[in-house]
Protein backbone atom coordinates (compact mmCIF):
# COMPACT_ATOMS: atom_id res chain seq x y z
CA UNK A 1 0.00 0.00 0.00
CA UNK A 2 1.61 3.18 -0.92
CA UNK A 3 0.32 5.79 1.77
CA UNK A 4 1.51 9.38 3.03
CA UNK A 5 2.02 9.38 6.88
CA UNK A 6 -1.40 10.43 8.30
CA UNK A 7 -3.54 8.57 6.46
CA UNK A 8 -5.93 5.91 6.93
CA UNK A 9 -6.91 2.75 5.31
CA UNK A 10 -10.00 0.62 5.30
CA UNK A 11 -9.56 -2.97 6.93
CA UNK A 12 -12.56 -5.84 5.99
CA UNK A 13 -11.99 -9.09 7.60
CA UNK A 14 -13.62 -12.26 5.93
CA UNK A 15 -16.82 -11.90 7.72
CA UNK A 16 -17.36 -8.18 5.95
CA UNK A 17 -16.82 -6.41 9.53
CA UNK A 18 -15.06 -3.14 8.06
CA UNK A 19 -13.73 -0.21 9.67
CA UNK A 20 -11.55 2.44 9.00
CA UNK A 21 -8.33 3.26 11.48
CA UNK A 22 -5.30 5.11 10.66
CA UNK A 23 -2.28 3.80 9.53
CA UNK A 24 0.20 3.79 12.30
CA UNK A 25 3.57 2.73 10.59
CA UNK A 26 5.92 5.19 8.68
CA UNK A 27 5.36 5.50 4.55
CA UNK A 28 9.31 5.01 5.20
CA UNK A 29 8.82 0.91 5.59
CA UNK A 30 5.36 0.82 3.26
CA UNK A 31 5.87 -3.42 3.09
CA UNK A 32 4.94 -3.24 6.88
CA UNK A 33 1.79 -1.78 8.06
CA UNK A 34 0.98 -0.77 11.69
CA UNK A 35 -2.59 -0.20 12.82
CA UNK A 36 -3.30 0.94 16.59
CA UNK A 37 -6.88 -1.07 17.27
CA UNK A 38 -8.29 -0.17 20.66
CA UNK A 39 -11.47 -2.49 22.51
CA UNK A 40 -14.47 -1.04 21.36
CA UNK A 41 -18.06 -2.60 21.63
CA UNK A 42 -19.39 -1.04 19.18
CA UNK A 43 -16.60 -1.84 16.32
CA UNK A 44 -17.13 -5.52 15.23
CA UNK A 45 -13.53 -5.59 13.85
CA UNK A 46 -11.71 -4.43 16.84
CA UNK A 47 -14.00 -6.97 19.15
CA UNK A 48 -12.58 -9.57 16.61
CA UNK A 49 -9.02 -8.34 16.28
CA UNK A 50 -8.72 -8.38 20.42
CA UNK A 51 -10.31 -11.82 20.47
CA UNK A 52 -8.27 -12.93 18.07
CA UNK A 53 -10.99 -14.55 16.24
CA UNK A 54 -9.94 -12.79 12.87
CA UNK A 55 -6.21 -14.61 13.40
CA UNK A 56 -5.31 -16.47 10.11
CA UNK A 57 -7.64 -14.41 8.41
CA UNK A 58 -7.08 -12.55 4.95
CA UNK A 59 -7.41 -8.75 5.76
CA UNK A 60 -9.04 -6.79 3.21
CA UNK A 61 -6.78 -3.35 2.99
CA UNK A 62 -8.26 -0.57 1.59
CA UNK A 63 -6.40 3.06 0.63
CA UNK A 64 -5.09 5.13 1.29
CA UNK A 65 -7.85 7.53 2.75
CA UNK A 66 -7.21 11.23 3.95
CA UNK A 67 -5.77 14.50 3.40
CA UNK A 68 -3.99 14.77 7.05
CA UNK A 69 -0.72 14.89 5.61
CA UNK A 70 3.14 15.52 6.66
CA UNK A 71 3.98 19.05 5.33
CA UNK A 72 7.56 17.38 4.14
CA UNK A 73 9.00 20.10 2.37
CA UNK A 74 8.78 22.50 5.66
CA UNK A 75 11.66 23.55 7.73
CA UNK A 76 9.96 24.80 10.64
CA UNK A 77 9.70 23.36 14.38
CA UNK A 78 6.58 20.74 13.80
CA UNK A 79 4.30 20.65 16.66
CA UNK A 80 2.78 17.19 17.11
CA UNK A 81 -0.36 16.59 19.76
CA UNK A 82 -2.28 12.91 20.21
CA UNK A 83 -4.77 12.83 22.37
CA UNK A 84 -5.65 9.37 23.15
CA UNK A 85 -6.69 7.52 20.23
CA UNK A 86 -5.21 10.14 18.15
CA UNK A 87 -1.84 8.58 18.38
CA UNK A 88 -1.91 6.26 15.23
CA UNK A 89 -1.45 9.05 12.45
CA UNK A 90 0.57 10.64 14.70
CA UNK A 91 2.67 8.44 15.30
CA UNK A 92 3.03 7.95 11.11
CA UNK A 93 3.78 11.56 11.20
CA UNK A 94 6.85 11.59 13.97
CA UNK A 95 8.55 8.64 12.09
CA UNK A 96 8.63 9.80 8.95
CA UNK A 97 9.44 13.51 10.26
CA UNK A 98 12.58 11.81 11.62
CA UNK A 99 13.32 9.96 8.39
CA UNK A 100 13.55 12.75 6.12
CA UNK A 101 15.36 14.92 8.65
CA UNK A 102 14.08 18.04 7.94
CA UNK A 103 12.21 19.96 10.76
CA UNK A 104 14.64 22.05 12.80
CA UNK A 105 12.60 20.37 16.25
CA UNK A 106 10.02 18.02 16.79
CA UNK A 107 7.63 18.65 19.78
CA UNK A 108 5.63 15.55 20.81
CA UNK A 109 2.36 16.15 22.92
CA UNK A 110 0.48 12.61 23.91
CA UNK A 111 -2.33 13.65 25.84
CA UNK A 112 -3.53 10.24 27.32
CA UNK A 113 -3.38 7.74 30.30
CA UNK A 114 -0.21 7.10 31.79
CA UNK A 115 0.95 3.37 30.54
CA UNK A 116 4.11 3.59 32.00
CA UNK A 117 6.51 0.77 30.34
CA UNK A 118 3.41 -0.14 27.18
CA UNK A 119 5.43 -0.21 24.11
CA UNK A 120 3.96 3.08 22.68
CA UNK A 121 5.38 4.49 26.07
CA UNK A 122 8.81 2.91 25.64
CA UNK A 123 8.91 4.32 22.04
CA UNK A 124 8.37 7.75 22.83
CA UNK A 125 10.97 7.99 25.84
CA UNK A 126 13.38 6.12 23.22
CA UNK A 127 13.08 8.77 20.70
CA UNK A 128 13.08 11.79 23.38
CA UNK A 129 16.42 9.96 24.52
CA UNK A 130 17.96 9.37 21.23
CA UNK A 131 17.19 12.20 18.93
CA UNK A 132 18.24 15.69 20.08
CA UNK A 133 15.91 17.57 18.06
CA UNK A 134 12.81 15.79 19.60
CA UNK A 135 11.13 16.55 22.87
CA UNK A 136 8.77 14.66 24.02
CA UNK A 137 5.88 15.25 27.09
CA UNK A 138 3.02 12.75 28.20
CA UNK A 139 0.37 14.91 29.27
CA UNK A 140 -2.45 13.63 31.75
CA UNK A 141 -5.70 12.89 29.77
CA UNK A 142 -7.70 14.42 32.86
CA UNK A 143 -6.30 17.85 31.92
CA UNK A 144 -8.44 20.59 30.32
CA UNK A 145 -7.91 21.73 26.94
CA UNK A 146 -6.67 24.97 28.13
CA UNK A 147 -4.51 23.45 30.76
CA UNK A 148 -3.12 21.30 27.29
CA UNK A 149 -2.24 24.48 25.28
CA UNK A 150 -1.19 26.25 28.29
CA UNK A 151 1.63 23.51 29.21
CA UNK A 152 2.11 23.47 25.15
CA UNK A 153 2.80 27.59 25.39
CA UNK A 154 5.16 27.06 28.26
CA UNK A 155 7.10 24.49 26.29
CA UNK A 156 6.96 26.18 22.75
CA UNK A 157 8.27 29.83 22.64
CA UNK A 158 6.77 30.59 19.15
CA UNK A 159 3.91 28.23 18.52
CA UNK A 160 3.05 30.18 15.75
CA UNK A 161 6.26 30.16 14.30
CA UNK A 162 5.32 26.09 14.18
CA UNK A 163 3.61 23.23 11.79
CA UNK A 164 0.54 22.34 14.09
CA UNK A 165 -0.38 18.47 13.78
CA UNK A 166 -3.25 17.68 16.26
CA UNK A 167 -4.85 14.39 16.07
CA UNK A 168 -7.81 12.06 18.72
CA UNK A 169 -10.73 12.64 20.79
CA UNK A 170 -10.86 13.23 24.24
CA UNK A 171 -14.07 11.18 24.89
Given at each position: ????????????????????????????????????????????????????????????????????????????????????????????????????????????????????????????????????????TLIEQDQS???????????????????????????
Amino acid sequence: LRFMAGQRARLTDEDGHSTEYPIASCPCDGRNLEFLILRRPDDAFAVGAMERKIKNQVILVEGPIGEFLLREETTEPAVFIAFGPGFAPIKSLVEQSISIDRAEHLHLYRVDRPLSGSRLDNLCRAWNDSLDNLSFTLIEQDQSATAVLSRIRKDVEDLEACALYVAGRTD
